[in-house]
């Protein structure tokens, strides 16, 4: 039986989206066709069901998201109960009678009254219209207006939490979405509750329709007098009004309270419990003023005493609760206190600072809006994902805060806690970059592109397309910031790369290429060692993107060689094409800046190990002779259009490098064994030592 239950069900489920489209269908069909007694009495039950479990669907209900379809259900129910009020005025002024449910509407309320009962429906039509509806419409309007305020913080909030890592990109992309329907609901609902007032209104019309039709109707056509018309078609009446009424305060009932739910991830009924019978005292007092108010003379004593009684013993119970929870608080705190130490390493571990974080002033906070056009958060995501294509590093999430200590369009980069660069750019302008024929034919602040040095200036956009006609580069705000960010990680990510990291990368072979990663670590090589080799790689701007091609060869040569600067150029042999491309110039070829064989010899000789690497050991003058050679050859290179790299022998490629990284930072250096045979090379200057 269960089995064949299941089976039913969800057959019922396949076609019900059908059966809901042609219920909608269905309620065109309601106004137009006429409709026998029984079939209108199923349907106004129908409807008295479907309003009751609207009604308590919104008390159980623990988020407007929860029950997101509502506005939507708001109009079909109205237009259903508008059908059925015109399908049964159809019936009373043709036929003199509504059925069985508006009969016994009209008895049980009015009784032998009408008068009564034409008083309470208008009393129900005021309440729904002025006081519910109203009310309603008027917090919709109020919530869709804060929710649209709050949502750049409550984005800026997310954005935070997914850089920071507490949450990851589908958390946040659910967030987004649960924000944006939010929202859309209060939108919706500001609009629905026009459906409800609406509907009351034409409620009041047809029921004056019914009674003056039905009166003038079977008066001069059906034989009956007037009095006999107004006793019949008022019964009537008052009865197809207060079926219809009566479920459409139902579903105003439950706007009101869906739209004044605060999210608190509780139902109506909890949250009611929890709040208004949380305090002993509050209930005491009442009991006593009750109490006091039941021994006047003037008033009934008994419901007074029972209510006051109630209070009593309600606060009583509730401040024997409140002992028992103080109690147990008191024992948390001491199995709280065994473990204070460990919350403290905890809590000091927890400050521990950021890989990389990004520093914003207050005029700059816009930018991380998700719904800006240059929204930095994305742009952020989209650095990362390059980063991890072109260098092969796994970029942590970049933290993103606001510093009212910086100028208002200031930012600043920092890698471990440490400010390594900083910039201003103005959201509100555009940067222009000069060719470099001619000065600045614009009016604008003066600054310098952040990322490569260049002269810039910041412009209105009214001068935008000034600027393009005189040929200048235009770049937004958000690719000046975005375009630093990435210069600087690609610059220092050899400091990004930790060992966690580098396990992480390793880790993400293993499925493919497990023989090789095993074979390798721990026998051969420990994951610091090649953490090492991996940094000094970065270092020199060369992408680990092929690990697979490095990892076989410090497991080729790691058995006989310890040293990971050896390990490091055996890598770059094998890596030679990797290396080489970025040097070539369009036709192919690679222009080079040689090294006299002199001051080779003189470097090679004097190599010794430090702390930073093999490092040429000489005398100050010679340092300064060598770097006035490099800037002569380079120089000279450039006033050429050459891009040239230098080319030194294998011997003392590393010591020369770690030599001038830190005066000639962007000058590669290449050894010819890192050089294809098939790569032509052509000589455009020398570094002679003079």
Same mark, same amino acid.
């Given at each position: 039986?269960?089995?064949?239950?299941?089976?039913?069900?969800?057959?019922?489920?396949?076609?019900?989206?059908?059966?809901?489209?042609?219920?909608?269908?269905?309620?065109?069909?309601?106004?137009?066709?006429?409709?026998?007694?029984?079939?209108?009495?199923?349907?106004?039950?129908?409807?008295?069901?479907?309003?009751?479990?609207?009604?308590?669907?919104?008390?159980?209900?623990?988020?407007?998201?929860?029950?997101?379809?509502?506005?939507?259900?708001?109009?079909?129910?109205?237009?259903?109960?508008?059908?059925?009020?015109?399908?049964?005025?159809?019936?009373?002024?043709?036929?003199?009678?509504?059925?069985?449910?508006?009969?016994?509407?009209?008895?049980?309320?009015?009784?032998?009254?009408?008068?009564?009962?034409?008083?309470?429906?208008?009393?129900?039509?005021?309440?729904?219209?002025?006081?519910?509806?109203?009310?309603?419409?008027?917090?919709?309007?109020?919530?869709?207006?804060?929710?649209?305020?709050?949502?750049?913080?409550?984005?800026?909030?997310?954005?935070?939490?997914?850089?920071?890592?507490?949450?990851?990109?589908?958390?946040?992309?659910?967030?987004?979405?649960?924000?944006?329907?939010?929202?859309?609901?209060?939108?919706?609902?500001?609009?629905?509750?026009?459906?409800?007032?609406?509907?009351?209104?034409?409620?009041?019309?047809?029921?004056?329709?019914?009674?003056?039709?039905?009166?003038?109707?079977?008066?001069?056509?059906?034989?009956?007098?007037?009095?006999?018309?107004?006793?019949?078609?008022?019964? @009537?009446? $008052? !009865?197809? /009004? &207060?079926? *219809?009424?009566?479920?459409?305060?139902?579903?105003?009932?439950?706007? +009101?309270? #869906?739209?004044?739910?605060?999210?608190?991830?509780?139902?109506?009924?909890?949250?009611?419990?929890?709040?208004?019978?949380?305090?002993?005292?509050?209930?005491?007092?009442?009991?006593?003023?009750?109490?006091?108010?039941?021994?006047?003379?003037?008033?009934?004593?008994?419901?007074?005493?029972?209510?006051?009684?109630?209070?009593?013993?309600?606060?009583?119970?509730?401040?024997?609760?409140?002992?028992?929870?103080?109690?147990?608080?008191?024992?948390?705190?001491?199995?709280?206190?065994?473990?204070?130490?460990?919350?403290?390493?905890?809590?000091?571990?927890?400050?521990?600072?950021?890989?990389?974080? @990004?520093? $914003? !002033?207050? /005029? &700059?906070? *816009?930018?991380?809006?998700?719904?800006?056009?240059?929204?930095?958060? +994305?742009? #952020?995501?989209?650095?990362?994902?390059?980063?991890?294509?072109?260098?092969?590093?796994?970029?942590?999430?970049?933290?993103?805060?606001?510093?009212?200590?910086?100028?208002?369009?200031?930012?600043?980069?920092?890698?471990?806690?440490?400010?390594?660069?900083?910039?201003?750019?103005?959201?509100?302008?555009?940067?222009?970059?000069?060719?470099?024929?001619?000065?600045?034919?614009?009016?604008?602040?003066?600054?310098?592109?952040?990322?490569?040095?260049?002269?810039?200036?910041?412009?209105?956009?009214?001068?935008?397309?000034?600027?393009?006609?005189?040929?200048?580069?235009?770049?937004?705000?958000?690719?000046?910031?975005?375009?630093?960010?990435?210069?600087?990680?690609?610059?220092?990510?050899?400091?990004?790369?930790?060992?966690?990291?580098?396990?992480?990368?390793?880790?993400?072979?293993?499925?493919?290429?497990?023989?090789?990663?095993?074979?390798?670590?721990?026998?051969?090589?420990?994951?610091?060692?090649?953490?090492?080799?991996?940094?000094?790689?970065?270092?020199?701007?060369?992408?680990?993107?092929?690990?697979?091609?490095?990892?076989?060869?410090?497991?080729?040569?790691?058995?006989?060689?310890?040293?990971?600067?050896?390990?490091?150029?055996?890598?770059?042999?094998?890596?030679?094409?990797?290396?080489?491309?970025?040097?070539?110039?369009?036709?192919?070829?690679?222009?080079?800046?040689?090294?006299?064989?002199?001051?080779?010899?003189?470097?090679?000789?004097?190599?010794?190990?430090?702390?930073?690497?093999?490092?040429?050991?000489?005398?100050?003058?010679?340092?300064?002779?060598?770097?006035?050679?490099?800037?002569?050859?380079?120089?000279?290179?450039?006033?050429?259009?050459?891009?040239?790299?230098?080319?030194?022998?294998?011997?003392?490629?590393?010591?020369?490098?770690?030599?001038?990284?830190?005066?000639?930072?962007?000058?590669?250096?290449?050894?010819?064994?890192?050089?294809?045979?098939?790569?032509?090379?052509?000589?455009?200057?020398?570094?002679?030592?003079?």
């Amino acid at each position: 039986m269960p089995e064949t239950l299941k089976s039913v069900v969800n057959y019922i489920n396949k076609y019900l989206e059908v059966a809901i489209a042609f219920a909608v269908i269905g309620i065109i069909a309601i106004i137009i066709l006429p409709m026998p007694a029984f079939l209108l009495d199923l349907l106004l039950t129908l409807n008295l069901t479907l309003s009751i479990m609207i009604l308590l669907l919104t008390l159980f209900t623990k988020s407007v998201l929860e029950f997101s379809i509502f506005p939507s259900m708001l109009l079909i129910m109205t237009m259903f109960r508008l059908g059925l009020n015109i399908s049964s005025t159809r019936l009373i002024l043709s036929e003199g009678a509504a059925g069985d449910v508006i009969n016994a509407f009209a008895t049980f309320v009015t009784g032998s009254n009408y008068v009564v009962g034409g008083v309470i429906f208008v009393i129900i039509t005021i309440v729904q219209m002025i006081v519910v509806t109203n009310g309603a419409g008027r917090v919709s309007e109020v919530g869709a207006r804060f929710t649209l305020d709050a949502m750049p913080g409550k984005q800026m909030a997310i954005d935070a939490d997914l850089n920071s890592g507490i949450i990851n990109e589908e958390m946040a992309k659910k967030r987004r979405i649960d924000l944006q329907r939010e929202a859309d609901f209060y939108g919706s609902m500001d609009g629905a509750s026009k459906f409800v007032k609406g509907d009351a209104i034409a409620g009041i019309v047809i029921t004056l329709i019914n009674l003056t039709g039905g009166i003038i109707i079977f008066s001069l056509q059906g034989g009956l007098t007037i009095m006999e018309s107004l006793d019949r078609f008022g019964r @009537l009446t $008052i !009865g197809d /009004g &207060l079926v *219809s009424q009566i479920p459409s305060l139902l579903i105003s009932v439950a706007a +009101g309270i #869906i739209v004044t739910r605060s999210g608190n991830d509780k139902s109506f009924g909890s949250t009611l419990s929890d709040e208004l019978f949380s305090t002993w005292k509050v209930m005491g007092i009442g009991s006593v003023v009750i109490f006091a108010i039941g021994m006047i003379p003037a008033f009934p004593s008994l419901p007074f005493f029972v209510f006051a009684m109630v209070l009593g013993v309600s606060g009583y119970l509730v401040f024997e609760n409140d002992k028992a929870e103080e109690k147990n608080k008191i024992q948390r705190e001491k199995i709280s206190a065994a473990s204070q130490v460990k919350e403290t390493e905890e809590a000091v571990k927890s400050y521990q600072v950021e890989p990389i974080s @990004l520093e $914003i !002033g207050y /005029g &700059l906070i *816009s930018m991380v809006d998700e719904g800006s056009d240059g929204n930095l958060v +994305g742009h #952020i995501t989209s650095i990362r994902r390059q980063c991890a294509t072109e260098m092969g590093i796994l970029i942590s999430p970049i933290r993103i805060r606001d510093n009212l200590q910086l100028d208002p369009n200031q930012y600043v980069l920092k890698i471990k806690g440490n400010q390594i660069a900083s910039g201003s750019i103005y959201v509100n302008k555009y940067l222009v970059i000069d060719p470099g024929t001619s000065d600045f034919k614009l009016e604008g602040i003066p600054t310098t592109e952040p990322a490569f040095g260049l002269a810039a200036l910041w412009i209105d956009g009214k001068d935008k397309e000034k600027a393009d006609l005189n040929g200048y580069t235009i770049v937004e705000p958000v690719t000046v910031l975005v375009t630093h960010l990435k210069e600087i990680l690609k610059k220092h990510s050899h400091e990004l790369l930790g060992r966690q990291e580098t396990k992480e990368l390793i880790e993400d072979l293993k499925d493919s290429y497990g023989v090789i990663v095993d074979e390798l670590i721990p026998e051969i090589m420990t994951l610091g060692e090649v953490q090492k080799v991996l940094q000094n790689l970065l270092k020199e701007n060369v992408p680990i993107t092929d690990l697979v091609t490095i990892l076989e060869t410090l497991a080729d040569n790691a058995v006989a060689i310890k040293d990971t600067e050896i390990l490091t150029e055996h890598v770059r042999h094998v890596m030679q094409r990797t290396i080489v491309k970025d040097y070539l110039d369009q036709s192919g070829e690679l222009k080079v800046i040689t090294i006299d064989s002199q001051l080779e010899d003189l470097i090679g000789s004097n190599i010794q190990k430090s702390i930073s690497g093999s490092i040429p050991v000489l005398e100050p003058e010679m340092i300064t002779r060598i770097f006035d050679g490099i800037k002569r050859a380079t120089d000279d290179a450039m006033m050429k259009g050459y891009h040239a790299v230098i080319l030194a022998s294998p011997k003392i490629r590393t010591a020369l490098k770690n030599l001038i990284s830190i005066t000639f930072p962007d000058i590669g250096i290449l050894s010819l064994n890192e050089i294809p045979n098939d790569i032509q090379i052509e000589a455009v200057g020398m570094v002679e030592f003079r």
